[in-house]
């Protein structure tokens, strides 16, 4: 098949075109002609030899990729055909829309995070070219040129979902740090066995927990600081979730990513991201969850009157009942989860002068109500609620508070607990006591253990 040859991402694209060597060489020749190249008269042969690893020398590369996105409806590069040093793009966050392409991308992903450690030379996707990314994936379908089927059978399909459930549950119980390098190498099996073909009778099935599987690895990969590393995760998750014709999956995705703008300050892209997937919310999980994330990203603005419009919202969406068959994937989105997000709204809303009600009481709110297994929120809101009482006056119950939440984040691995315990440390600097202090020395210990440069 294509993916055997000499350079199979140039395999993949010329036939994505559906043209012949010949025609393909003709276009090329015309192009060169065009921009002043009349040396420049490839035949099919030519064309043949460079799928069979060839390089072609400049300027053709860029002439081939020219042709070649013209006829495919692809922005195609170079990288992307093959044809240079480096090989395909991989610091891109844009997946191509053509199945076997898409997941040879992924293999390069989880090949680069794997084996390469390239997690300080990626590039964070900001902007615009953030957002773009992230419209063309949502819902989006991509068009699939392998005839055979042998990737994957129901059994091999089976077998994914209950290890992806096992991984999903490990990670809130424990945090993912310790199971992140398994989930990646398993997201990277996938996509072999999606490049091997996929049975249309399994497609949905597929795709599906392919989309679950790139989510839960963007998600551990970020909570372990690998910021870039995540959002091509979650890229391939969106793009997957569209595949499986599930688009409030993708939306839910695409809230993971916009946590992750919010966490790194990036609140701008975080509204634009939240817009995208508002537009495409269906179900009344996923437009709650939009909705009160979408809040909480005016509090960390200052912008009261919108982050209680969209609280607001969510509060109404909650109250109505999420429905009665809410799929895994977003069943994590509570009146509990919703709490937590008014409970950091309101702190932050408090550090502006601008909140309403305290802080610590939609802490407590999230704690009383959060079920059973969702170790490591529990510990954040335990950290949050101390560092809530100790803005708001109340030292000796922020310094029990606390203490709580020391002895139980011990046992999560996770940066994101660890930035929470900088936040306890900052909300706790003005009081000079020998308990305020034991409760200092305790966090500071447990954040130098596990340690991570990002405040939230």
């Known amino acids: 098949m294509a993916s055997r040859s000499g350079n199979p991402h140039l395999a993949l694209w010329t036939a994505a075109t559906g043209l012949s060597h010949g025609e393909i060489a003709r276009r090329i020749a015309a192009a060169a002609k065009a921009q002043g190249h009349r040396q420049i008269a490839p035949d099919a042969t030519r064309i043949r030899r460079w799928i069979d690893g060839e390089r072609p020398r400049p300027p053709v590369p860029v002439l081939l990729a020219e042709v070649l996105s013209e006829t495919t409806g692809q922005l195609l590069t170079p990288g992307d055909l093959g044809l240079t040093t480096a090989g395909p793009e991989l610091d891109g966050i844009q997946l191509p829309l053509l199945t076997e392409a898409a997941a040879q991308t992924l293999a390069g992903w989880t090949r680069m995070d794997l084996f390469t450690n390239r997690r300080d030379t990626l590039k964070l996707a900001l902007g615009t070219p953030l957002i773009l990314a992230a419209t063309r994936m949502l819902g989006s379908t991509a068009r699939t040129l392998n005839a055979t089927t042998s990737g994957f059978d129901a059994d091999t399909v089976t077998a994914l979902e209950e290890v992806t459930a096992f991984f999903t549950t490990a990670d809130a119980s424990k945090g993912g740090g310790l199971y992140r390098s ?95 997937a508002a537009a495409k919310a269906k179900m009344p999980a996923t437009r709650a969850l939009v909705a009160s994330q979408t809040g909480r990203v005016h509090a960390a603005l200052g912008d009261q009157r919108q982050a209680e419009r969209h609280l607001g919202a969510a509060d109404e969406i909650v109250a109505a009942g999420l429905g009665d068959n809410v799929p895994d994937w977003v069943a994590y989105f509570d009146a509990a989860e919703h709490a937590g997000a008014r409970a950091v709204s ?92 034991d409760v200092c020395t305790k966090a500071r210990e447990l954040a130098a253990a596990r340690p991570t440069t990002i405040a939230a």
């Open 182 to 276: 398994a989930i990646v190498a398993q997201l990277a099996e996938v996509a072999r066995r999606i490049q091997d073909g996929v049975p249309k009778s399994l497609k949905t099935r597929v795709f599906s927990v392919t989309a679950d599987l790139a989510a839960l690895a963007g998600w551990v990969s970020h909570d372990s600081g690998r910021y870039p590393t995540a959002q091509r995760y979650w890229s391939y998750g969106t793009y997957a979730a569209g595949e499986a014709g599930q688009p409030d999956r993708g939306v839910e995705i695409v809230t993971r990513m916009s946590h992750q703008m919010i966490y790194l300050g990036h609140l701008t892209d975080a509204l634009g991201l939240l817009g995208i």
């Open 346 to 437: 309101a702190r932050d809303l408090a550090g502006l002068d601008r909140g309403s009600r305290a802080a610590s009481v939609h802490f407590e709110d999230a704690l009383a109500l959060r079920k059973p297994g969702f170790d490591r929120v529990r510990v954040m809101d335990r950290v949050g609620l101390a560092a809530a009482l100790f803005d708001e006056g109340e030292a000796e119950r922020g310094a029990v508070a606390a203490h709580q939440a020391l002895d139980a984040a011990v046992r999560i691995d996770s940066t994101l607990v660890t930035s929470r315990l900088n936040t306890l440390l900052n909300a706790a600097r003005l009081y000079d006591t020998t308990v305020v202090d």
